[in-house]
């Protein structure tokens, strides 16, 4: 905000015409004016003007650079511009997510004089235990958060990334109900699940009499997410000539219903995710280069639970609330342990299935370790709950290798592909792990 000549006065007024909570500081991070709204989301009830911003919204001693966090008022400082950060700030309703925007205010002379700082609570997600929604306070997952919020106000094409069960419906969720198209539908296509013949008429929707036992018109995804948002949930399970179809989508605009000759305009924001190395497919031709970066404009990483470890205790309370909405369970000391140590590799929904069961098996308030027993077939094998049966690398990959064999439904390629590694790889695996059997074709 280039003011030259701006008053003090002149700004304090700016602020009370303003919906959003805003304050001015001077270079010694003081408040020098906050609007209404500021004092009433941030205040607490007392006097705001004349105090240090971090004391109010963090309760720290020193400034943010100084006890760890990003400092928006020092980083705007250095630049001499506009600079963005996401917080969690004190309110009266607690901690919550945060979005800090400052903006250097200069004098007639050129000066850096004030900063106007417009902070904006954060509805998608909680810091506290919610029993829906988005929940998390740890570095990674406000980093993650921080990327979400940049990418929600547009119509860029973002891609979720990260390990399978960490919720990222729930994010392709929160980055709808932040953008401008909340007020539309947000329609989940699963891509894992759909057939090469059923494709085009799950996307597009088909005419009566299209086909055989096309008996009457039928409505497409992508019109049910008309000036909404659509969340391709699995992207790269989509086969090759899936993709080419999607692209043309995209890049066109417009899609024909099947059975259909006129074509029809198309109005979405599209949201991916994948549990997959999308580059790495594209280097080995199973994915196509032009549709990856055309759904790759705005990538976020999504983290799993071993990389947020301190968000266990927080996850723990509200999956409770979720899993037994009419009961007020808990999980003593030595329940936490056992969850702590695990690596979950299943991430979110793998504990939520471990909560779900507990609180099955708990007659009282209270979830102890032996209630978290994972498979009652490892206890018969002489494993106790909480303990892990050590094996050799060897045989941990010939068993998956078996599950894997059992499981897939194709060929032996797919399978390949779906393991991440060439098919003489695989052939190769296969016949040391079935003795020289072949189970696939």
């Not at 205010?105 to 509805?123: P, S």
């Not at 198209?181 to 088909?206: K, N, Q």
């Not at 504990?351 to 994972?374: F, K, V």
Request: proline fraction near 4%; glycine fraction near 8%.
């Amino acid at each position: 905000m280039n003011a030259p000549g701006k008053t003090l006065a002149e700004l304090a007024s700016f602020l009370d015409s303003q919906a959003d909570p805003r304050i001015v500081m001077d270079a010694q991070y003081r408040i020098v004016a906050a609007n209404k709204a500021y004092c009433r989301e941030f205040g607490h009830g007392q006097a705001v003007v004349g105090r240090r911003c971090y004391e109010v919204s963090h309760r720290f001693t020193v400034p943010c650079d100084q006890a760890g966090e990003s400092c928006p008022l020092k980083a705007s400082q250095e630049a001499g511009d506009v600079q963005r950060v996401l917080h969690l700030h004190h309110t009266p309703r607690g901690e919550e997510h945060v979005e800090v925007e400052t903006v250097p205010v200069r004098d007639d002379t050129g000066a850096l004089a004030y900063f106007v700082e417009t902070l904006r609570v954060i509805r998608q997600a909680q810091s506290r235990p919610a029993a829906q929604g988005l929940v998390g306070r740890a570095p990674a997952f406000t980093r993650m958060l921080a990327r979400v919020m940049r990418a929600a106000p547009s119509d860029a094409a973002v891609m979720l990334l990260g390990e399978t069960g960490t919720g990222k419906e729930l994010v392709a969720r929160a980055i709808h109900e932040a953008s401008p198209r909340v007020a539309g539908p947000f329609v989940t296509v699963d891509c894992s699940g759909l057939t090469e013949t059923l494709f085009e008429s799950e996307l597009f929707g088909y005419e009566k009499g299209a086909f055989t036992g096309a008996n009457h018109r039928k409505t497409g995804l992508v019109e049910a997410a008309s000036g909404g948002t659509l969340f391709l949930d699995e992207i790269g399970e989509l086969p090759l000539s899936m993709q080419a179809k999607l692209l043309r989508l995209l890049e066109t605009g417009t899609y024909r219903r099947v059975g259909a000759v006129e074509a029809l305009p198309s109005d979405f924001r599209i949201v991916c995710a994948t549990h997959r190395d999308l580059a790495g497919m594209v280097a080995a031709g199973e994915f196509r280069r032009d549709l990856y970066y055309r759904l790759e404009t705005f990538p976020v990483h999504v983290p799993s639970l071993r990389e947020r470890a301190e968000d266990l205790p927080l996850l723990v309370e509200s999956l409770l609330a979720r899993v037994a909405p009419n009961r007020r369970l808990r999980l003593d000391d030595a329940a936490m342990a056992h969850l702590a140590s695990r690596t979950f590799e299943g991430n979110i929904r793998e504990l939520r299935n471990l909560l779900e069961r507990a609180s099955l098996l708990a007659d009282g308030a209270e979830i102890q370790p032996q209630h978290l027993a994972t498979d009652e077939g490892r206890e018969a094998a002489g494993v106790r709950a909480g303990e892990v049966a050590w094996v050799t690398l060897d045989e941990n990959e010939r068993r998956y290798l078996d599950w894997a064999v059992a499981n897939h439904r194709g060929t032996r390629g797919e399978l390949a592909a779906r393991l991440g590694i060439g098919e003489r790889t695989l052939f190769r695996k296969l016949g040391i792990a079935k003795v020289g059997r072949n189970p696939l074709r």
